[in-house]
């Protein structure tokens, strides 16, 4: 089973944010901004590659969550990263959307 899954599951503790039926939302180990979290669906897909026509209601359901989850942080400016494939960053083969804020990111994305 994948990190995120398990992560999902309760079997790797977490720092949860957020949490519904169909997605997961919890603090980066390693934060870059002062507010970054992750949102993850609780149906296993790998990355952007994998969604299709019966798993994309879990990405509508996580950007209709996300204002909401960022609001319970404090913030309202911020960014939304998804890295798909190894060679973009991807490290956790669990599709999942870094929310980052809670400080100037400026206008540059690398």
Same mark, same amino acid.
């Given at each position: 089973?994948?990190? $995120?899954c398990?992560? @999902? /599951?309760? /079997?790797?503790?977490? #720092?949860?944010?957020?949490?519904?039926?169909? *997605? +997961?939302? $919890?603090?980066d @180990? /390693?934060?870059?901004?002062?507010?970054h $979290?992750?949102?993850?669906?609780?149906? =296993? *897909?790998?990355n952007?590659n994998?969604i %299709?026509?019966e %798993?994309?209601k +879990?990405?509508? =359901?996580?950007f &209709?969550? *996300?204002?909401e @989850?960022?609001?319970?942080?404090? @913030?309202?400016? +911020?960014r939304? *990263? %998804? /890295?798909?494939?190894?060679d973009?960053?991807q490290?956790?083969?669990?599709?999942?959307?870094?929310?980052?804020?809670g #400080? &100037?990111?400026? &206008?540059?994305?690398?």
């Amino acid at each position: 089973m994948c990190l $995120f899954c398990e992560i @999902i /599951n309760g /079997n790797i503790p977490s #720092t949860k944010v957020y949490e519904d039926d169909m *997605i +997961y939302a $919890f603090k980066d @180990i /390693n934060p870059a901004a002062p507010v970054h $979290f992750l949102v993850v669906p609780k149906e =296993h *897909i790998e990355n952007v590659n994998g969604i %299709n026509a019966e %798993n994309s209601k +879990y990405v509508a =359901h996580i950007f &209709e969550k *996300i204002p909401e @989850i960022v609001k319970s942080q404090g @913030i309202d400016s +911020y960014r939304v *990263i %998804n /890295n798909c494939g190894k060679d973009a960053g991807q490290t956790v083969m669990h599709l999942h959307f870094h929310v980052v804020g809670g #400080t &100037e990111l400026g &206008e540059k994305i690398l």
